[in-house]
């Protein structure tokens, strides 16, 4: 007879996701703007353009949207453990055309990061978030399941965000839609 298993969890990396936010009108047209006032970065995107880092308050359109995700950040650092609240440190703006793709990286000194999502065209590149360990290089499963994937990803839809730990890498696959993809980007830390 065999003896029965029983199964802990104790390194488990969640993601988050608000599918529908209640993004104002007025902030696609303000995060456009920006790319005629902003050289922009290099730094994960190859092609495309990544708006230099703001500071909160420091674009008056994204108000309602810097409260918004914040209070969705805090969530999701009760969720973690964290009792402090979230604080909004910076974000950027990133637009992606055909072809477009980012490099896999971090947010380096954010608790928890997002994407939020403002013009997402059919195949304008899934964002994928990579296993924090080494797993795949030991086991090759015969069965993807939750305890052994190595990827996992997002579609990425309008008024979409999605929320994980900002020490998890992740990418952008290549975008194949003829529309940019605008998406805007916000670490949080310890508030």
Request: hydrophobic share 40%.
């Amino acid at each position: 007879m065999t003896e029965p298993l029983v199964e802990f969890r104790p390194f488990t990396t969640a993601l988050f996701v608000s599918p529908n936010l209640p993004v104002p009108k007025s902030v696609l047209p303000g995060a456009l703007a920006l790319r005629s006032r902003d050289s922009g970065n290099l730094i994960s995107n190859i092609g495309g353009w990544q708006s230099s880092s703001y500071a909160p308050s420091q674009n008056a359109f994204m108000a309602d949207v810097e409260a918004m995700m914040t209070k969705t950040a805090t969530q999701v650092h009760r969720q973690l453990g964290i009792s402090a609240p979230a604080k909004l440190f910076e974000y950027w703006v990133n637009m992606n055309g055909r072809n477009d793709y980012n490099l896999s990286h971090t947010h380096y000194g954010a608790t928890v990061s997002a994407v939020l999502y403002l013009k997402a065209p059919k195949n304008s590149g899934e964002i994928v978030f990579e296993r924090p360990d080494v797993l795949n290089d030991y086991v090759q499963p015969d069965e993807l399941n939750d305890l052994n994937f190595g990827t996992y990803a997002f579609e990425p839809e309008e008024n979409m965000a999605v929320f994980f730990p900002g020490f998890l890498k992740h990418y952008v696959k290549r975008s194949e839609a003829n529309e940019p993809r605008v998406s805007i980007a916000f670490n949080f830390r310890k508030g």
